[in-house]
C-alpha cells in the first residue's frame, strides 16, 4: 500500500484516483478549486466530467496543496498540461527529495518545447519525473472496463515500483525507458485526433481517417527519432495506441473538437462547446516548432495549424494533404523519387 496524491481533479485525476483507491493506496485527490473539492467531497460525484461515477468515501479531496503533499510516495499530476509549470512552482516547496511524480497529462510546453517531465524535474529540483500514458479515457477507466497503458522512468525499479501501484486486473501496465517517446506520443495524438474529427465533420469516410492515423504515426515517428526517442515507442500504447482511441473514440475532447470545426465552428467556438481540456490546440504549435527545429516534415500537423490559427478552410487543408508531392512509402528504400 503506497500514499498518493492525485493533483488535479478533472476527470482523468478523478478516474485515476477512483483506480488507485480500489488498488488499495491511500488516496489523495487535490483541486485547484476550493469550492470544486468541498462539492466533489459532498456530493461524491464529479457530475459535469463523470456523471453515475462514484468517489470512494475513502479518497480524501481537499483544495489544500499543503496538506495533500504530506508524506506521499507518489505524486501523480493530472492537471491540464498548460498548468503543468505553474502547479510544479506550487508543489516545490512542500516535497521531499527524489519524490516520485507520475505526470499523466498530454503536451509540449510551447515556449520551451520542454516535455511534461523535463518541466516537473526543473521546477522541483531532485524530484524524480516519471510518466503513465495510453489509450485511456478516463470515462472508461472510472468505470472500470479494461484498460492498458505504459509508465515510463529512467530506471527500471521506478518503473516497475509503478507499475505495481497502478496496475490492477482492469488496467494493465507496461514499463518503459522511453519518457521522450512516451511523451511526445501523447501529447503529438491530439493534434491528428483534431484532424481526424476535422475529417468526420466535414463528413469523409474511414478511409479518410486510417489515412490519418497512419500518416500520423509516421510524421510523430520521424520526428521522435530525430529527437532521439526509441522508434518502438510509437507503435506501441502511447503511440499508435493513443492515436487510435483518440481518432475513434466517443469520448474524445480532440476529436470532438476537430468535429466542431469540421461542421464550420470556429477553434474557440468548438473548444467552449467541448468543455473540458482540448489539448491538441495547445500542442499543435509546439509540434510545428519542433518539425522546423529539428527539419522534419510534418505535413499533417501543418495543416492543423492552418486551420487553427490562420483561418484556413478544412476542406482545403484536406486537398492540401492530397496533392502534395509524390512520396514514397517505405522508410529504408533505396529509392528516391524524381
Ligand atoms: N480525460 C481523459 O480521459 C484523459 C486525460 N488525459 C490528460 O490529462 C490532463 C487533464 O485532463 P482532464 O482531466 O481530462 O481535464 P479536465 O478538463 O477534465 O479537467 C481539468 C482540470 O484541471 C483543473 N485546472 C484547470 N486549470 C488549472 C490550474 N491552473 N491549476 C490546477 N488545476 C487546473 C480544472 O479545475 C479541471 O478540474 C490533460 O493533459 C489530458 O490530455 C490523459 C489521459 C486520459
Ligand atoms: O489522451 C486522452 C486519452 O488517452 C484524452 O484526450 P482525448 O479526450 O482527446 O482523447
Redesign the pocket.
Known amino acids: 500500500m503506497s500514499k498518493v496524491s492525485v493533483i488535479?481533479?478533472?476527470?482523468?485525476?478523478t478516474?485515476l484516483a477512483i483506480l488507485l483507491e480500489k488498488n488499495g493506496h491511500e488516496v489523495t485527490l487535490w483541486?485547484?478549486?476550493e469550492e470544486?473539492a468541498k462539492e466533489l467531497a459532498k456530493s461524491r460525484e464529479h457530475k459535469s466530467?463523470l456523471p453515475g461515477v462514484q468517489i470512494p468515501e475513502r479518497i480524501e479531496i481537499t483544495g489544500n496543496l499543503e496538506s495533500a503533499l504530506q508524506a506521499k510516495d507518489v505524486l501523480v499530476f493530472?492537471?491540464?498540461?498548460v498548468?503543468v509549470r505553474?502547479?510544479a512552482k506550487k508543489v516545490a516547496p512542500y516535497v521531499k527529495k527524489g519524490q516520485l511524480i507520475v505526470n499523466?497529462?498530454?503536451?509540449i510546453e510551447e515556449t520551451t518545447l520542454m516535455t511534461l517531465t523535463d518541466i516537473i524535474e526543473e521546477e522541483i529540483p531532485g524530484a524524480k519525473g516519471c510518466v503513465l500514458s495510453g489509450p485511456?479515457?478516463?470515462?472508461e477507466v472510472s468505470r472500470g472496463l479494461p484498460t492498458t497503458c505504459v509508465v515510463g522512468a529512467k530506471d527500471k525499479e521506478t518503473a516497475e515500483f509503478l507499475q505495481n501501484v497502478f496496475m490492477s486486473p482492469v488496467f494493465r501496465v507496461y514499463i518503459s525507458p522511453d519518457i521522450l517517446g512516451i511523451e511526445l506520443g501523447g501529447a503529438l495524438k491530439?493534434v491528428i485526433a483534431l484532424a481526424a474529427g476535422t475529417a468526420d465533420g466535414l463528413g469523409y469516410g474511414d478511409n479518410t481517417k486510417a489515412a490519418l492515423i497512419t500518416r500520423g504515426i509516421t510524421e510523430i515517428a520521424r520526428l521522435g527519432i530525430a529527437m532521439g526517442a526509441k522508434a518502438d515507442t510509437f507503435y506501441g500504447l502511447s503511440g499508435i495506441g493513443d492515436l487510435i482511441v483518440t481518432c475513434a473514440s466517443k469520448?474524445s475532447?480532440n476529436r470532438k473538437a476537430g468535429y466542431l470545426m469540421g461542421q464550420g465552428r470556429s477553434m474557440q467556438q468548438a473548444m467552449d462547446e467541448v468543455n473540458?481540456?482540448v489539448?491538441g490546440v495547445y500542442s499543435a504549435k509546439a509540434g510545428l516548432a519542433l518539425s522546423q527545429k529539428y527539419k522534419v516534415e510534418m505535413p499533417i500537423i501543418e495543416q492543423v495549424n492552418k486551420v487553427l490559427f490562420e483561418g484556413k478552410a478544412p476542406a482545403a487543408a484536406v486537398k492540401e494533404l492530397m496533392v502534395r508531392d509524390k512520396k514514397i512509402e517505405s522508410w529504408d528504400s533505396t529509392w528516391t523519387m524524381e
Open positions: 488535479g481533479a478533472g476527470s482523468w485525476g478516474a483541486s485547484h478549486r470544486e466530467k493530472a492537471v491540464p498540461s498548468a505553474s502547479t499523466v497529462a498530454k503536451g485511456s479515457h478516463a470515462e491530439n469520448h475532447r473540458m481540456v489539448e
